[in-house]
């Protein structure tokens, strides 16, 4: 079946623009996580949700960052007013329950501030 | 606060030969620990985990509470293994957040 998918693939944005990143989890799957990768590092937790709400967003850098999942589906990754330390990949997981399920990855967004 | 560790930026071995990729980690509870590998123009996918004590692609891994370690081995190196591995780390019980350490680009050389 189809795997978790992200658009766009890449993004390039000025100093100071909003962007949106979609995540589509795998069908069914109820948890899903956001993770943000920089060069050179391993990625690094930013968001979780069980559902609909938002369960763990101890990993937001700041309050430019934000994220919803409306219905429990696809999510959104907003960045506000967005600085050149904010470029890298953006990575969307998806299980099938949170505890003890593997996460799967999806191919990442590609964010370049400029 | 936990934290995974993999010393080894890069790795290159010839085809044939053992290979072993390092892990160590901090956490002072009982953790899950993880292999994951991105394979060129791939996703992240997961290769294993030590609770399935499993061997995948002729990888295993064993978690050393002791030496607080988790180092991924196989025997015998293929070229197709070339990839970037991560360790990651996930809290016991409840947790679901995985910390991961910076990764190791391992190439197999013919």
């Excluded at chain 1, 948890?31 to 709400?53: C, D, H, K, N, V």
């Excluded at chain 1, 967003?57 to 959104?76: C, K, Q």
């Excluded at chain 2, 025997?75 to 360790?87: G, L, T, V």
């Amino acid at each position: 079946g189809a795997g978790v998918s992200q658009t766009p693939s890449n993004k390039v944005t000025e100093k100071g623009k909003y962007v949106e990143l979609r995540c589509d989890p795998i069908s069914g799957h109820t948890a899903l996580y956001w993770y943000r990768q920089s060069l050179g590092q391993g990625p690094e937790f930013l968001i979780y949700f069980q559902g609909t709400g938002a369960a763990d967003d101890s990993g937001l850098p700041n309050d430019r960052f934000f994220a919803v999942r409306p219905e429990g589906s696809v999510s959104t990754l907003k960045i506000q007013r967005t600085e050149r330390g904010d470029s890298a990949v953006y990575l969307c997981a998806s299980s099938l329950w949170a505890l003890q399920e593997t996460q799967y990855f999806g191919p990442g967004t590609r964010l370049l501030v400029l | 606060a936990q934290r995974v560790t993999q010393p080894e930026k890069l790795l290159s071995v010839f085809k044939g030969a053992p290979v072993e990729l390092k892990c160590n980690y901090s956490y002072s509870g009982s953790p899950e620990l993880f292999w994951y590998v991105q394979y060129s123009r791939q996703r992240l996918q997961l290769l294993l985990r030590h609770i399935s004590r499993e061997s995948i692609k002729g990888f295993t891994a064993d978690l050393n509470k002791g030496e607080t370690s988790f180092h991924l081995k196989k025997p015998f190196a293929q070229e197709e293994d070339s990839a970037m591995y991560y360790c990651a780390l996930k809290e016991g019980g409840s947790n679901y957040k995985l910390t991961f350490g910076k990764g190791t680009l391992l190439t197999v050389n013919p």
